[in-house]
Protein backbone atom coordinates (compact mmCIF):
# COMPACT_ATOMS: atom_id res chain seq x y z
CA UNK A 1 0.00 0.00 0.00
CA UNK A 2 1.13 3.19 -0.69
CA UNK A 3 1.36 5.26 2.25
CA UNK A 4 1.76 8.77 3.80
CA UNK A 5 3.54 9.30 7.04
CA UNK A 6 3.15 12.49 9.48
CA UNK A 7 5.86 11.41 12.39
CA UNK A 8 4.34 13.98 14.62
CA UNK A 9 1.75 13.59 16.52
CA UNK A 10 1.64 16.78 18.08
CA UNK A 11 3.52 20.30 17.63
CA UNK A 12 3.02 23.39 19.59
CA UNK A 13 4.46 26.99 18.36
CA UNK A 14 4.19 30.60 19.75
CA UNK A 15 2.01 32.96 17.89
CA UNK A 16 4.09 34.72 15.80
CA UNK A 17 6.61 31.95 15.25
CA UNK A 18 7.48 29.39 12.65
CA UNK A 19 7.23 25.74 12.90
CA UNK A 20 7.40 23.11 10.52
CA UNK A 21 5.24 19.85 9.95
CA UNK A 22 6.91 16.88 8.33
CA UNK A 23 5.59 14.60 6.01
CA UNK A 24 7.16 11.72 3.95
CA UNK A 25 5.45 9.52 1.24
CA UNK A 26 5.81 6.26 -0.39
CA UNK A 27 5.37 5.91 -4.26
CA UNK A 28 6.32 4.46 -7.35
CA UNK A 29 5.00 6.99 -9.84
CA UNK A 30 6.86 9.64 -11.26
CA UNK A 31 4.13 12.47 -11.37
CA UNK A 32 2.08 13.01 -8.47
CA UNK A 33 0.07 15.97 -6.82
CA UNK A 34 0.62 16.60 -2.78
CA UNK A 35 -1.52 18.30 -0.55
CA UNK A 36 -1.45 20.10 2.65
CA UNK A 37 -5.31 20.04 4.43
CA UNK A 38 -6.19 21.83 7.57
CA UNK A 39 -9.18 20.43 10.04
CA UNK A 40 -9.82 22.71 12.77
CA UNK A 41 -12.07 21.20 15.86
CA UNK A 42 -15.51 22.64 12.77
CA UNK A 43 -14.25 19.49 11.51
CA UNK A 44 -14.08 21.12 7.88
CA UNK A 45 -11.25 19.49 5.51
CA UNK A 46 -9.73 22.96 4.26
CA UNK A 47 -7.15 23.34 1.78
CA UNK A 48 -3.75 24.89 2.71
CA UNK A 49 -1.75 24.37 -0.49
CA UNK A 50 -0.88 22.02 -3.15
CA UNK A 51 2.52 21.38 -5.21
CA UNK A 52 2.98 19.31 -8.68
CA UNK A 53 5.28 17.04 -8.37
CA UNK A 54 6.66 17.55 -11.94
CA UNK A 55 7.21 21.39 -10.76
CA UNK A 56 10.46 21.85 -8.69
CA UNK A 57 9.43 25.22 -7.44
CA UNK A 58 8.20 25.02 -3.81
CA UNK A 59 4.52 26.02 -3.67
CA UNK A 60 3.69 28.85 -1.68
CA UNK A 61 0.37 30.61 -0.11
CA UNK A 62 0.85 33.77 1.82
CA UNK A 63 2.37 32.21 5.63
CA UNK A 64 2.57 28.91 3.60
CA UNK A 65 5.14 27.19 2.45
CA UNK A 66 6.66 23.67 1.73
CA UNK A 67 9.38 22.07 1.55
CA UNK A 68 9.34 19.38 -1.39
CA UNK A 69 12.57 17.30 -1.68
CA UNK A 70 11.43 14.70 -4.20
CA UNK A 71 13.84 12.13 -4.17
CA UNK A 72 13.63 12.20 -0.45
CA UNK A 73 9.90 11.50 -0.59
CA UNK A 74 9.59 14.17 1.70
CA UNK A 75 6.80 17.43 2.14
CA UNK A 76 7.68 19.14 5.20
CA UNK A 77 4.78 22.54 6.12
CA UNK A 78 6.28 25.88 6.80
CA UNK A 79 3.88 27.95 9.04
CA UNK A 80 5.49 31.63 9.39
CA UNK A 81 4.02 34.38 11.55
CA UNK A 82 1.77 31.64 13.71
CA UNK A 83 -1.83 33.01 14.83
CA UNK A 84 -3.90 31.72 16.81
CA UNK A 85 -6.13 30.45 13.96
CA UNK A 86 -3.34 28.42 12.37
CA UNK A 87 -4.85 26.06 15.75
CA UNK A 88 -5.84 22.93 13.93
CA UNK A 89 -5.21 19.35 12.92
CA UNK A 90 -2.81 19.20 9.70
CA UNK A 91 -3.18 16.21 7.09
CA UNK A 92 -0.73 15.45 4.44
CA UNK A 93 -2.26 13.83 1.41
CA UNK A 94 -1.16 12.57 -2.15
CA UNK A 95 -3.21 11.40 -4.89
CA UNK A 96 -3.01 7.73 -5.86
CA UNK A 97 -5.41 7.73 -9.13
CA UNK A 98 -8.21 10.04 -8.33
CA UNK A 99 -8.26 8.84 -4.54
CA UNK A 100 -6.51 10.94 -1.93
CA UNK A 101 -4.41 8.97 0.91
CA UNK A 102 -3.79 10.77 3.90
CA UNK A 103 -1.31 10.61 6.95
CA UNK A 104 -3.00 10.45 10.27
CA UNK A 105 -2.02 14.02 11.20
CA UNK A 106 -0.31 16.47 13.18
CA UNK A 107 -2.35 18.83 15.77
CA UNK A 108 -1.12 22.25 16.04
CA UNK A 109 -1.40 24.11 18.85
CA UNK A 110 -0.56 27.86 19.36
CA UNK A 111 0.13 29.68 22.16
CA UNK A 112 -0.03 32.95 22.75
CA UNK B 1 -20.08 30.99 -4.88
CA UNK B 2 -21.67 27.92 -2.83
CA UNK B 3 -19.35 25.60 -1.40
CA UNK B 4 -19.96 21.38 -1.10
CA UNK B 5 -22.68 20.67 1.03
CA UNK B 6 -23.59 18.19 3.22
CA UNK B 7 -26.73 16.45 4.91
CA UNK B 8 -27.93 15.46 7.43
CA UNK B 9 -25.03 17.04 9.77
CA UNK B 10 -25.78 14.36 12.63
CA UNK B 11 -27.06 10.80 12.35
CA UNK B 12 -27.55 8.54 15.00
CA UNK B 13 -28.92 4.75 13.69
CA UNK B 14 -28.94 1.24 15.12
CA UNK B 15 -26.74 -1.80 13.83
CA UNK B 16 -28.26 -3.33 10.92
CA UNK B 17 -30.37 -0.14 9.36
CA UNK B 18 -29.56 1.02 6.70
CA UNK B 19 -28.33 5.02 6.04
CA UNK B 20 -28.40 7.34 2.87
CA UNK B 21 -26.03 10.46 3.61
CA UNK B 22 -26.18 13.45 0.63
CA UNK B 23 -23.79 15.79 -0.65
CA UNK B 24 -23.77 18.80 -3.41
CA UNK B 25 -21.04 19.40 -5.12
CA UNK B 26 -19.13 23.53 -5.30
CA UNK B 27 -20.43 24.81 -7.84
CA UNK B 28 -18.75 24.01 -11.10
CA UNK B 29 -17.65 20.92 -9.84
CA UNK B 30 -18.48 17.87 -11.50
CA UNK B 31 -16.90 15.03 -9.49
CA UNK B 32 -17.58 13.61 -5.97
CA UNK B 33 -15.73 11.53 -3.55
CA UNK B 34 -16.26 9.99 -0.39
CA UNK B 35 -14.29 9.49 2.43
CA UNK B 36 -14.67 8.09 6.03
CA UNK B 37 -13.10 9.42 9.24
CA UNK B 38 -12.77 7.52 12.20
CA UNK B 39 -11.82 9.51 14.96
CA UNK B 40 -8.62 10.39 15.55
CA UNK B 41 -7.31 9.21 11.96
CA UNK B 42 -7.05 10.72 8.84
CA UNK B 43 -9.99 10.45 6.27
CA UNK B 44 -10.18 7.07 4.00
CA UNK B 45 -11.17 7.01 0.59
CA UNK B 46 -14.45 5.18 0.15
CA UNK B 47 -15.04 5.78 -3.90
CA UNK B 48 -15.40 8.56 -6.40
CA UNK B 49 -18.42 9.35 -8.87
CA UNK B 50 -17.39 11.19 -11.94
CA UNK B 51 -20.09 11.09 -15.09
CA UNK B 52 -22.53 9.02 -12.94
CA UNK B 53 -20.19 6.34 -12.58
CA UNK B 54 -18.30 5.09 -9.70
CA UNK B 55 -14.60 5.98 -11.39
CA UNK B 56 -12.36 4.60 -8.27
CA UNK B 57 -12.91 2.73 -5.14
CA UNK B 58 -11.15 1.96 -2.03
CA UNK B 59 -11.01 -0.68 0.21
CA UNK B 60 -14.46 -0.74 1.49
CA UNK B 61 -17.27 -3.38 1.26
CA UNK B 62 -19.85 -3.87 -0.40
CA UNK B 63 -22.25 -2.26 1.73
CA UNK B 64 -20.96 0.81 0.78
CA UNK B 65 -22.57 1.48 -2.33
CA UNK B 66 -23.38 5.47 -4.49
CA UNK B 67 -25.04 6.92 -6.89
CA UNK B 68 -24.32 10.59 -8.83
CA UNK B 69 -27.48 12.68 -10.24
CA UNK B 70 -27.53 14.36 -13.50
CA UNK B 71 -27.14 17.64 -11.39
CA UNK B 72 -23.56 15.93 -10.01
CA UNK B 73 -25.16 15.71 -6.50
CA UNK B 74 -24.02 12.39 -4.53
CA UNK B 75 -25.61 9.74 -2.24
CA UNK B 76 -23.33 7.41 0.07
CA UNK B 77 -25.50 4.67 0.67
CA UNK B 78 -24.31 2.13 3.77
CA UNK B 79 -26.53 -1.50 4.49
CA UNK B 80 -26.35 -3.62 7.58
CA UNK B 81 -24.84 -0.60 9.89
CA UNK B 82 -22.30 -2.15 11.75
CA UNK B 83 -20.65 -0.20 15.28
CA UNK B 84 -17.24 0.73 13.42
CA UNK B 85 -19.15 2.10 10.58
CA UNK B 86 -19.60 5.50 13.33
CA UNK B 87 -17.69 7.74 11.60
CA UNK B 88 -17.38 11.36 10.35
CA UNK B 89 -18.23 11.14 6.48
CA UNK B 90 -16.81 13.85 4.20
CA UNK B 91 -17.73 14.51 0.61
CA UNK B 92 -15.21 16.08 -1.45
CA UNK B 93 -15.92 17.68 -4.93
CA UNK B 94 -13.47 18.86 -7.78
CA UNK B 95 -13.37 19.95 -11.56
CA UNK B 96 -12.44 16.85 -13.84
CA UNK B 97 -11.30 13.56 -11.60
CA UNK B 98 -7.69 14.75 -11.17
CA UNK B 99 -8.03 18.36 -9.95
CA UNK B 100 -7.72 19.26 -6.39
CA UNK B 101 -10.80 18.23 -3.87
CA UNK B 102 -13.09 20.47 -1.81
CA UNK B 103 -14.57 19.19 0.93
CA UNK B 104 -17.60 19.66 3.14
CA UNK B 105 -18.49 20.24 6.59
CA UNK B 106 -19.54 16.14 6.44
CA UNK B 107 -21.89 13.96 8.34
CA UNK B 108 -21.19 12.59 11.69
CA UNK B 109 -22.59 8.97 12.06
CA UNK B 110 -23.28 7.01 15.43
CA UNK B 111 -24.24 3.71 15.51
CA UNK B 112 -25.20 2.13 18.56
Known amino acids: AQTVTQSQPEMSVQEAETVTLSCTYDTSESDYYLFWYKQPPSRQMILVIR??????QNATENRFSVNFQKAAKSFSLKISDSQLGDAAMYFCARNSGYALNFGKGTSLLVTP | DAGVTQSPTHLIKTRGQQVTLRCSPKSGHDTVSWYQQALGQGPQFIFQYYEEEERQRGNFPDRFSGHQFPNYSSELNVNALLLGDSALYLC???????????FGPGTRLLVL
Open chain 1, 51 to 56: QEAYKQ
Open chain 2, 92 to 102: ASSFRSLETQY
